[in-house]
């Protein structure tokens, strides 16, 4: 791929990239979210017509214009999602789309015999008969990747084959990935997980904000320079920001525990981990993305349900089995999706504000009208939410402003912990400043807040103590003078 750009409405989602995989090779494409890596697979199967550059496969000039064409081209990808029909047959899978007729009949014997062939390209044993429905997720993507390989592929693209695997079978799909890259087939390995990378990949291209940054031999790229790469500056080069704005320097407010985790955890989702967030305090969730903190924030607030672990409030043991139950004891969560899991967009700035004190009302005890428009007022005044009115439908306002809102829609309930993930993600320099001030006064009042940022030197700027996640697990946690960019880039790197 050479000098591949895409735009989608105004906004440059690509910037003139090269992309080249060779015959025989594991190239792991990184990056960080928003940093172009689907766009780039999707212009390359043909799901998004590209707007400039081009496309060479074994030397031809090729321009697929949907994913069955890149098929035909040998082209194949295998999805995060694994696109199965689970009443079928592992052949019928395999086959699916493709089956061969004989006098306008399937002509099963040809069917089965193809889809063995697949499988024993893999070195796979499966019963071609089995539902995929009882298949475990690792034969799943087994037949998933079979799939793909019946149309003569010679690129075979995973994205994110391994976010849903244990140890044991990630293990299992990189001998199947080394198999194939004997066979001579180009494999593009798109993850999250550092470790992975360097366990089975031969080189990287690391993309950031839609342009390429480089390609680098594996075992040439030491692990901290990959990090810097991918987040946009050097280790050497990292200097402690925010003297301006040293919110986390001063923890006297710091008081008793409110929430303890022991060996929380949740399987395909984080791995246990121990976790203490005080009154007073914030605690920084870091990490490259995929790293587990989302997973970490939703066990907290109930939404994923954890498979090991307790958690104890105000030293009580506590099962917060729902999001209902953990804003029932005093837990909210500003989810990172602002647009799909936040804002109601049609709805007024008044109604998103209330919208959780009137869930928790139910549906029969509506809240007073004079009591809502004190409570938008309020907020509208003590958060400077910019709005013409009330009454203005939230989708016309900045996404600073919407995040305002929904940190409003909290506050109205009071929290005794908020979990922020990502609150500053898509808002203006300014809209970022405001949010992070209001952080730090929630903290002086005695609240106890996670917060979860991509960018470094906000979760040094914000943070009395820092969690440092990778891979899913905890690996290791800071506190006071020790909390700076390059500690933290080192321990998300080098720990083992």
Known sequence: MRGISKAFRGVQALKGVDFTVRAGEIHALMGENGAGKSTLIKVLTGVHPRDGGEVLLAGQSVSPQAPREAEELGISTVYQEINLIPELSVAENI????????????????????????????????????????????????????RALDVNAKLLILDEPTSSLDEHEVAELFKVMRRLREQGLGLVFV????????????????????????????????????????????????EKVGDTMALGADAKTTGDAFLTAKQLGRKGGVEPLDLEIRKGEVIGLAGL??????????????????????????????????????????????????????????????????????????????????????????????????????????????????????LARWLCLQPKLIILDEPTRGIDVGAKAEIEKLVDSLRREGMAILFISSELEEVVRASQRVLVLRDRKKVGELSGEQINEDRIMEMIATHE
């Open 95 to 146: 086959m699916l789309g493709r089956q061969p007729r004989r006098f306008g009949f399937i002509d099963w014997k040809e069917l089965h015999t193809r889809a063995r062939r697949a499988l024993q390209r893999l070195e796979i044993e499966i019963d071609l008969h089995r539902s995929v429905s009882s298949c475990s997720l690792a034969l799943q993507q087994m037949v998933a990747i079979a």
């Open 289 to 406: 993305l995929g790293s587990g903190r989302t997973e970490t924030a939703r066990l907290l607030f109930g939404a994923d349900r954890k498979t090991s672990g307790s958690i104890t409030l105000d030293g009580r043991a506590t099962a917060l089995s729902s999001p209902a139950k953990a804003i029932g004891s005093g837990i909210a969560f500003c989810s990172e999706d602002r647009k799909s899991e936040g804002i109601v967009p049609s709805l007024s700035v008044r109604e998103n504000i209330i919208l959780a004190m009137q869930a928790g009302r139910g549906i029969l005890r509506l809240l007073p009208r004079r009591k809502q428009d004190e409570l938008a007022a309020h907020y509208i005044n003590a958060l400077r939410i910019k709005t013409p009115s009330p009454e203005t439908p939230i989708q016309n306002l900045s996404g600073g402003n919407q995040q305002k809102v929904l």
């Open 191 to 238: 993850t999250h997980f550092m470790d992975q990378v360097y366990a089975v990949s031969d080189s990287i291209t690391v993309l950031r904000n839609g342009e390429l940054v480089g390609e680098f031999k594996t075992a040439e790229l030491p692990k901290i320079q990959l990090v810097g790469k991918m987040l946009g500056r050097e280790l050497a080069a990292v």
